[in-house]
């Protein structure tokens, strides 16, 4: 048996309960086997796997919080800080009512590969809670808020852990955890990121996930001599990734005439007006079957479905495993020629080897939707020098660091003779160069 074969059954047999944790370790160690085989002598005798797939620290603790009616609720809390082998550690946290600890471990294990090609110092790590804001006030956000972070300030820091936003944790709920944070050490530093502009929070940051992605599938489409304008795009989701990839896509002369949320999916043929879905979503946090209501020729339609739309460029920025194997099947018999993640996770090994064998260009999360947390990392800068930089500014490094990690996952896929297979080329790429990291800095 293969040194990634037994790691793999290794993880398997130790936390059965684990499905999406095992299923971010497969896809990696899968697609980083030539590495691996190449140097399993070195790799065994520093335990470079099995140190790979067990965090650093697992911090787990009870949330109390008072709700509307003074009753007294319970939820549960994560930090993994995952692998600190090329910086401090940096990751989001994710409030949603079905976290649980494999889907922070997954998201933990898959930002250390995601940092890891941003080129930035930045270790990997990530948090949550089962807690979920949708339907809460803005006094019940606080008091968890608050609450969460009288246990998690502990562990954080400027220096040692800097958490940021994800599903359900916006800039509403970290400018509470900044405050509670600041109140309990006395510190102003970026211990957060994703802060509101006005005391330290970076521009651009709020935007930085959805723009990234933009920029990503605009280098996908010019390296195979395609370009995004003009062409038919759906993005799923209608959260902050979601709506600022239709931004960015939009700005880059793209049409994009879908998008969804948990209930259902909205089509507007003559293309999206992000206006209306920013009103919807961002300030009276609604659904978005109320687009329908507001748009004549828009139409709504409840449940899943979204991939039925013929389209060429689908950016699924929902939840992990929303593409299953008959939507991917629906998408590349419609025409679809490229996906590129804005969701963590959102198809297992399987369904991205199909788009592959199918000709469709695939660009994995830890690659497409590292804009979000560059910005954190260059808001952390920002932070540090207590200076702020432009709108423009801040863009301008995005789209550079996009670049980047485009010619790295692109030159490395070639290298390891898979041109245009950007799943192995950002595993092989970031694996690397955290695996040498780590032997470097020893057994730790």
């Known amino acids: 048996m293969s040194y990634v074969d037994e790691v793999l059954q290794r993880v398997r047999k130790k936390d059965p309960d684990q499905p999406e944790f095992y299923q971010a370790v497969r896809e990696c160690f899968d697609t980083v086997r030539p590495l691996v085989d190449a140097n399993e002598k070195l790799y065994r005798e520093n335990a470079v796997l099995e140190r790979f797939v067990e965090p650093e620290r697992m911090i787990s603790f009870r949330v109390p919080w008072i709700d509307r009616n003074g009753a007294v609720q319970i939820n549960r809390g994560w930090r993994v800080q995952f692998n600190s082998a090329i910086g401090s550690y940096k990751g989001g946290i994710r409030l949603r009512s079905t976290v649980n600890e494999s889907i922070i471990k997954f998201l933990g294990f898959e930002i250390v590969l995601k940092n890891a090609l941003t080129g930035l110092p930045m270790g990997g790590a990530k948090g949550g809670s089962d807690f979920d804001p949708k339907g809460k006030t803005d006094r019940e956000v606080m008091n968890f808020c608050q609450s969460f972070v009288t246990e998690l300030f502990k562990y954080v820091g400027s220096h040692m852990d800097c958490p940021a936003g994800d599903i359900g944790c ?6 509470y955890m900044f405050g509670q944070y600041k109140r309990l050490t006395g510190l102003f530093d970026g211990s957060f990121s994703g802060k509101d502009p006005n005391f330290g929070g970076s521009l ?3 935007e930085a996930a959805g723009y990234g992605l933009g920029y990503m599938a605009e280098e996908m489409a010019e390296a195979y001599g395609k370009t995004i304008r003009g062409k038919t795009v759906v993005v799923t989701g209608s959260g902050n990734v979601a709506i600022y990839a239709v931004e960015k896509c939009q700005q880059l002369g793209a049409h994009v005439i879908a998008m969804c949320d948990s209930d259902g999916y909205i089509v507007d043929p003559d293309g999206i007006h992000l206006n209306i879905v920013k009103q919807i979503k961002e300030v009276q946090r ?7 209501d507001l748009v004549p020729r828009a139409s709504y339609t409840p449940g899943p ?6 389209c060429d460029i689908y950016l699924p920025c929902a939840t992990q495993n929303e593409i299953s194997p008959e939507s991917a099947e629906t998408l590349v018999r419609n025409g679809v020629f490229l996906i590129a993640e804005g969701a963590n996770m959102p198809a297992d090994l399987d369904t991205i080897h ?17 804009g979000g947390v560059s910005v954190s990392g260059l808001e952390q800068t920002q932070n540090a020098m207590r200076f702020s930089w432009t709108f423009e500014e801040v863009d301008a490094r995005l789209k550079i660091i996009m670049h980047d990690i485009f010619e790295k996952v692109s030159r490395t896929a070639a290298a390891y003779g898979m041109p245009n297979n950007y799943l192995a080329g950002a595993n092989l790429y970031a694996f690397q160069r955290v695996a040498a990291a780590m032997i470097a800095q020893g057994i730790v």
């Open 354 to 370: 199909y788009f592959q064998n199918h000709g469709v260009l695939y660009m994995p999360d830890k690659a497409a939707n590292a």
């Open 170 to 175: 916006g800039s509403r709920e970290i400018n």
């Open 305 to 310: 479905g979204i991939w039925n739309i013929p």
């Open 204 to 206: 651009v940051r709020r």
């Open 286 to 292: 609604g659904r978005i079957r109320e687009y329908a």
